[in-house]
């Protein structure tokens, strides 16, 4: 079973950083796509980035500039990087991955979350 598990939210003040990680485990074989979603209260839930097998990247409007997504050589490890935050940057931030597992089988994997806060 794959599981992901986000780290590193927190309180910051506007115009300050933080970085996510997001930490895959399990028995994967192979990620097609990875991104993060986020969701402020009230409001649905969107894409904030997201890189596929390839490396291609895309953005969100709205952090275009400002927030990087990356992930480490072995593909394990995805990170978004977001600087220059402003207070409408507060939400819970999701991963999701979709791939394949060891017996190549398809998944569709949300982490559990974690909560960023922008304010002075």
């Known amino acids: 079973q794959v599981q992901l598990v986000e780290s590193g939210g927190g309180l910051v003040q506007p115009g300050g950083s933080l970085t996510l990680s997001c930490a895959a485990s399990g028995s994967i074989f192979s990620f097609t796509t990875v991104a993060w979603y986020r969701q402020a209260p009230g409001k649905e839930r969107e894409l904030v980035a997201r890189?596929?097998?390839?490396?291609?990247?895309d953005y969100a409007d709205s952090v275009k500039g400002r927030f990087t997504i990356s992930r480490d050589n072995d593909q394990i490890t995805v990170y978004l990087q977001m600087r220059s935050l402003k207070p409408e940057d507060t939400a819970a931030y999701y991963c999701?991955?979709?791939?394949?597992?060891?017996?190549?089988?398809?998944?569709?994997?949300w982490g559990q979350g974690t909560q960023v806060t922008v304010s002075s």
């Open positions: 999701h991955a979709l791939g394949a597992t060891s017996t190549l089988r398809p998944f569709d994997q």
């Open positions: 890189i596929v097998s390839g490396g291609d990247t």
